[in-house]
């Protein structure tokens, strides 16, 4: 991965509150509606969400957790016991689980089908076949919806980044777009970051955002 600017890898450390607003859809617009109507009490009771590093998957199920509509997003830790008051199960990186934490994810998979009006979000990195889990649990995962996330492309990932500026009421030269998505890793969450560390070191030199300026900023964060 190519090194960070010291501004930007600060930035870094406090992401954006992920939402499913600021979610870039692509071509998952089929599995951010699915989620919509989870979070509102409609829909499926059982989806499961899979896809490669970087695929936005923990941001979906941590916008469903901030939104309060959720209880106990897994991460490295036991699945959440089920509790009649909450509606909504959110388990991320199935296919970390060891064999207790299976168990308590079959159990739990179990009492949300029994409790009618409750719903699992799960996420993987590979379709529910293809995990290396108890064949039981492999199963209930695909019960509903399985949805495999699908990658931005440079064209969404551009089209991202001028909205972002936009709502900064940045203008933003398409040569810097594409200058930040050669030089740094492609990730949106690194993007964006990029272009807020950016338009706040424009506005604290008084100057305009140009590509001069960028590649001033970052050599400057590398040396």
């Known amino acids: 991965m190519k090194p960070l600017p010291r501004q930007l890898a600060l ?10 607003d ?12 699915a989620l919509r109507g989870a979070a509102t009490g409609g829909g499926e009771r059982f989806i499961y969400l899979w896809g490669q590093h970087g695929c936005g998957r923990t941001h979906l199920l941590r916008a469903l957790q901030a939104a309060g509509a959720g209880l ?6 036991f699945p959440p016991e089920f509790d009649p008051a909450c509606r909504l199960y959110l388990i991320d990186d199935v296919d970390r689980l060891d064999e ?12 949300v089908r029994a409790a009618r009006a409750a719903v699992l979000v799960a996420a993987g990195s590979a379709p ?12 209930r995962l695909g019960w509903g919806l399985v949805y495999q996330l699908q990658l931005l492309s440079d064209d969404d990932k551009h089209d991202a980044l001028q909205a972002h500026a936009a709502a900064r009421g940045l203008s933003l030269p398409p040569e810097i777009t594409a200058f930040l998505l050669t ?4 990730d949106l969450r690194t993007q964006v ?3 807020e560390a950016l338009d706040a070191h424009a506005l604290a030199l008084r100057r305009t955002l140009t590509l001069p300026l960028v590649r001033d900023w970052l050599q400057a964060g590398q040396s």
Do not use: K, M, W, Y
């Not at 979610?23 to 089929?30: H, M």
């Not at 207790?100 to 009492?111: G, I, K, P, S, T």
């Open 11 to 20: 930035d870094l450390a406090q992401p954006l509150r992920p939402t499913l």
């Open 22 to 33: 600021n979610f870039v859809v692509g071509r998952n617009a089929e599995a951010v509606a």
């Open 72 to 77: 106990g997003l897994h991460e490295n830790g």
């Open 100 to 111: 207790a934490r299976q168990q308590r994810l079959f159990v739990l998979q179990n009492e």
């Open 128 to 139: 529910p076949a293809q995990l290396a889990l108890r064949e039981d649990v492999r199963t």
């Open 183 to 186: 030089h740094l890793p492609r």
């Open 193 to 195: 970051s990029a272009l």
